[in-house]
């Protein structure tokens, strides 16, 4: 009686398109069809095939004697064709230039790295476009590697190190012996391109929303279109703003009310989703900061998710090569309009949280928050990631609070589990876009968090030591 058939015979094809595709298809109980698609992936091996990176330029070998030649100090002519050439040569690796300065024996470069999802890559061809480009006096090229506009770490190479091991069989092992990783300095240097701020850009595409788990749809999907729109208005200043419209789809369709007896923060999403044909998604303000050589620091203001809008303040303290590190976040948050307009519901709340990373080692990530949530609640969330080699990264996470089991509801505590998969093996070019989704089997309201674009930890480790270390292999890529 669980299912109402119109005959027993079932049919299903799987086709192998290649190793790892598999193409589906089935017709069941007379009265429904289906087609599908499968990739397997074991996320220990490379997702990496050749691609279509252009080819980096070549480390130039400097003439013997010519290291000694200081003319190009008093001559402006061939200062300002450096420039030009670095300029140019860096565009075309899709790398922008903060800041430069040089002396007679060294350069200092800071760079942000819009394109290579591995930092190592961004760090190799920089050195070789700075060996094409700058005089030969110049022996210690200072790397610094910079997002959302702050220095985040520094790597610093030998020229004649690059010039000796470009094609030895082990050429990255021995110049990641040689560099010099360390925090990043704290003063900043003149601005390398006075067109680089203010920069705006956006898009508009296609979006899908998934919602899983309802017992009486276990499967809902939203499609429709989105515009993302991003100011940077300054090194370390954003204005940033996506709006959604939903086409089709059925995850606001028949939605069962809330039942919780604790303050609705998360359990009333469907009537987000069942109001919000046009949503303003976020807008918000973020300011990026370093007040210390090893501490990092960001305010965000606005509309911060479609549920919440406020302020939120974090603190990061991090150094390049430890393995720990230390955050205080608070936010003070409004509870937004089903239709996630511009207004605003009663509840209001101050959230915070202190936050403890660990890097324990072959790609495991640990880490553990405590304070207090969205509903008022108070307790901690326990996580753990594993990241591999090849960019993926899976976690699970679960979050214990002062609210009784019996006042949680289903489930009885907020646990999920995440994914993050690299974008560039599936589209064939260099990129840093990546998937991320995370299953929670219900969204309840104990345990809940403001969602925050910005947040600090993961922004700034990818840069340290230990990330450009696992990727260092990539340096000569």
Do not use: C
């Not at 010519?66 to 300002?80: F, N, T």
């Not at 940077?232 to 059925?250: D, E, K, P, T």
């Not at 205080?328 to 605003?344: A, I, M, P, S, T």
């Amino acid at each position: 009686g669980l299912i109402d058939r119109r005959h027993s015979v079932n049919l299903g094809l799987d086709y192998r398109l290649r190793q790892g595709t598999v193409l589906q298809a089935f017709y069941l109980h007379g009265d429904a069809i289906g087609v599908g698609v499968s990739f397997v992936k074991n996320a220990k091996e490379s997702v990496a095939s050749s691609g279509t990176h252009p080819a980096p330029f070549p480390v130039r070998v400097r003439a013997a004697q010519s290291a000694r030649d200081l003319g190009w100090q008093v001559d402006p002519k061939p200062i300002e064709n450096t420039r030009t050439i670095l300029a140019a040569a860096m565009a075309n690796e899709g790398l922008d230039v903060e800041g430069f300065t040089m002396t007679a024996h060294r350069a200092r470069i800071d760079i942000r790295n819009q394109r290579y999802g591995f930092v190592a890559e961004a760090v190799g061809r920089t050195a070789r476009v700075l060996s094409q480009a700058l005089p030969d006096s110049i022996e210690t090229f200072q790397i610094v590697l910079t997002e959302v506009g702050l220095a985040t770490s520094s790597v610093t190479l030998q020229r004649s190190d690059l010039e000796a091991l470009e094609h030895d069989p082990n050429g990255a092992e021995q110049i990641l012996a040689r560099a010099h990783i360390d925090n990043a300095p704290v003063t900043r240097i003149a601005r390398f391109d006075p067109g680089l701020y203010p920069r705006f850009i956006w898009g508009l595409g296609p979006y899908a929303r998934v919602s899983l788990f309802d017992p009486d749809d276990p499967i809902r999907t939203d499609f429709g279109l989105q515009l993302n729109a991003e100011w940077n208005i300054a090194r370390g200043v954003y204005l940033s703003g996506s709006v959604r419209h939903r086409l089709v789809g059925n995850i606001g369709d028949n939605i069962r009310p809330s039942n919780s007896v604790i303050q609705r923060v998360r359990s009333d999403s469907g009537l987000y989703a069942q109001e919000g044909v046009t949503a303003l998604d976020n807008l918000t303000v973020n300011v990026f900061f370093r007040p210390g050589r090893t501490v990092y620091g960001r305010v965000t203001a606005g509309y911060l998710e479609p549920h919440y809008g406020g302020i939120s303040a974090e603190l990061l303290w991090k150094p390049v090569h430890s393995r720990f590190a230390l955050g205080g976040e608070l936010n003070y948050v409004k509870q937004r309009d089903f239709d996630q307009g511009f207004g605003f519901q009663d509840y209001e709340v101050a959230t915070g949280h202190v936050s403890a990373y660990w890097a324990l080692g072959r790609g495991f990530h640990a880490q553990l928050d405590a304070g207090r949530y969205l509903a008022g609640d108070w307790g901690a969330t326990v996580s753990i990631d594993r990241e591999f080699r090849n960019g993926w990264r899976v976690g699970a996470y679960a979050t214990l609070t002062d609210v009784p089991f019996e006042d949680f509801g289903e489930g009885s505590f907020d646990k999920g589990l995440r994914f993050e998969i690299p974008l560039e093996p599936l589209i064939g070019t260099p990129t840093r876009r990546r998937f991320a989704t995370v299953l929670q089997p219900l969204s309840r309201d104990g345990g809940a968090r403001v969602q925050v674009n910005g947040r600090l930890y993961d922004a700034v480790r990818s840069f340290h030591a230990d990330a450009l270390e696992s990727s260092w292999g990539r340096f000569w890529r």
